[in-house]
């Protein structure tokens, strides 16, 4: 038995492979979105009496579980919308994205961050 070389077309080999990434942008970008959401429903939750109150869906956990839903709806539909969208697509723009992703996760971190919303009358 003999091995035959393989031989590659040269045209090909100049060329990129493009592979469609949108899948994976829409994974990460709606994540830095449940996380500035859950970010946000926080602020609310204790910046507002009323919110807080209306948040508080089992009181053992207070606000918090009114909270984690909401972010993990708001999470889920913005990965539902996104990965349809960009489905088959191939994201030009990772660095933008990436840089999106990062900034949206931050913003969750420094909204649950107490003293951070006590300075909004949390």
């Not at 990129?16 to 830095?32: E, K």
């Not at 972010?71 to 539902?80: D, E, H, K, N």
């Not at 030009?92 to 994205?97: C, F, G, V």
Request: proline fraction near 5%.
């Amino acid at each position: 038995m003999s091995a035959e070389p393989t031989t590659s077309n040269p045209s090909s080999a100049s060329e990129p492979i493009t592979t469609a990434n949108g899948s994976a942008w829409a994974a990460l970008v709606s994540a830095g979105i449940g996380c500035a959401g859950f970010g946000a429903f926080t602020m609310l939750s204790e910046c507002s009496k009323a919110m807080g109150k209306f948040l508080n869906w089992y009181n053992p956990s207070g606000a918090l579980s009114g909270v984690a839903i909401c972010a993990i709806v708001v999470w889920l539909a913005v990965w539902a919308v996104l990965g349809t969208r960009w489905q088959s697509q191939r994201l030009q723009n990772e660095r933008k994205l990436m840089i999106c992703t990062v900034v949206l996760v931050l913003v969750g971190i420094l909204t649950t961050f107490p003293p951070f919303y006590e300075l909004f009358g949390g």
